[in-house]
Structure formats: C-alpha cells, structure tokens
C-alpha cells in the first residue's frame, strides 16, 4: 500500500503489478528479466497478481495486455522493444494507450547511457496509461529492466497512479 494524494484528500491505492515477458525463446526457467522484475517489486511491497511470456507476435502480445488489464494496475512488459525484425511491442502497446509517458523513455535512455553508452539511442522503452493502469514498455535484457523497475518505475509507481486516477 502506498499513500498518495489526489486534490481533495489522503488516500492509500493498492498496487498490484503485471509482469509480461515479450520472448520467443524464454521460458519461466531462464526468464532472468522477468524474476528481477519480480524481486524488486516484492522487495518494495508490491505483489505480482500476473506473470507470463509470450512470443514476439502482435495479437499474442495484445492478448496479454487485455488480460492483465483486469488483474493489475501496473503493467510491465520487457523485452520486444528493439530494432530486429520480430521486435513489436512498442508496436502491440503504443496505439493501446490513451496518454503516454513520454519523459519515461527519455529519462530511461539518459539513464541507460551511462551503461550502454550510444547504444542507449536504439531503445524504444515507452511508458503510458489506460483507464487508469500504467503501463511500462522495456528491453528485455536483466541490467535494463533492474534500471528501469528500481530507478524510475517504483520511486513514481504511486505518483503516476495518483495522476492516472484523478477525479473529474
């Protein structure tokens, strides 16, 4: 539970995260992203109500969005964001949302180039919301998506919620 504040009062939200592994060659046994994933949102208080992977196809991956629309109020999907031919997340997701995120990927690729260097310009992490979920789009590799999750997604988890489902 998290406090967070709307305009007329003090109100706690239960987060509750979906974690959706975008491969077409891990499963649950190697899926190294997906675990760290899941350990920093345990180790700050946050439960995973889903968990799956799925291959690198539009429709499967649009499925899974649907679904864990109804089971969590943060969606985390990792890997499919790059440039190779199979890479469709950022296409699956994008059109989906009704706002976007956009200083997620900015901030996410200045973060990442003190790791990568100018590699970091080949990422397409998004991050936006619908009706009322936030949703995170990030490469599938363990050190981006520990950045991503521990320096940017759980310190504003709350604080984008808060925003996502302010009242009229």
């Known amino acids: 539970m998290f406090l967070i504040m709307n305009h007329a009062h003090v109100r706690t939200i239960e987060i509750n995260a ?3 592994t975008v491969s077409s060659t891990r ?3 190697n899926d190294s992203s997906g675990k760290a994933i899941s350990e920093i949102l345990k180790e700050n208080s946050i439960p995973v ?10 429709e499967k991956i649009r499925d899974e969005w649907f679904i864990a629309m109804k089971k969590a109020n943060c969606i985390i999907f990792n890997g499919g964001t790059g ?4 890479d ?6 994008t ?3 009704e706002k976007k995120i956009d200083g997620f990927g900015e901030l996410f690729r200045i973060k990442s180039f003190g790791q990568v260097g100018i590699s970091s310009m080949l990422s397409r992490a998004v991050a936006g919301t ?10 599938g590799s363990t050190p981006a998506v520990i950045l991503a999750t521990k320096e940017l997604i759980v310190p504003a988890i709350a604080h984008t919620l808060s925003h996502a489902n302010m009242l009229k």
């Open 18 to 20: 979906a974690i959706i």
């Open 27 to 29: 499963v649950q046994e």
């Open 49 to 58: 109500t889903y968990y799956t992977i799925v291959p690198d196809n539009l």
């Open 83 to 86: 440039l190779t031919h199979d």
């Open 88 to 93: 469709c997340t950022i296409e699956a997701i």
């Open 95 to 97: 059109p989906l949302l």
């Open 130 to 139: 619908s009706s009322g979920v936030a949703v995170f789009c990030i490469p």
